[in-house]
């Protein structure tokens, strides 16, 4: 049988996997981190394969460097996010633009 060709996977995608698996806030198994890169990059890719390109990057430094340049650049990201939220404009004064005490004065024996 011939091997089946496959893409390989980028170095985003490698980035991604060695940040999430070395992130010392959250403890994601291969499992769990390769569902995360499916939805990240719509890429479809198993445990194994996770495992195998964590075990054979982990010290590529090209690839660390990505890693850094992304989460800075997520950063730089939520920083922007974070001064564009603003509270939403409330009038200080209600200005109405009729009397409310208009039609107090007259009762409904006057009008027939």
Do not use: C, W
């Not at 011939?2 to 170095?11: A, F, G, V």
């Not at 390769?34 to 690839?63: C, D, P, T």
Request: without cysteine.
């Amino acid at each position: 049988m011939k091997k089946e060709n496959r893409r390989k996977l980028s170095d985003a995608a490698i980035a991604f996997i060695i940040e999430e698996r070395d992130n010392p806030h959250t403890v994601h198994t291969f499992e769990e981190i390769s569902k995360l890169v499916e939805k990240k990059f719509e890429i479809s890719i198993g445990r194994g394969a996770v495992s195998k390109s964590y075990h054979k990057h982990k010290n590529n430094e090209k690839i660390k460097n990505l890693s850094k340049e992304n989460s800075n650049q997520r950063k730089v990201k939520s920083q922007i996010e974070d001064q564009l939220k603003t509270e939403p404009y409330v009038a200080k004064k209600k200005i109405r633009d009729f009397d409310e005490n208009a039609g107090k004065g007259i009762s409904i024996d006057h009008l027939f």
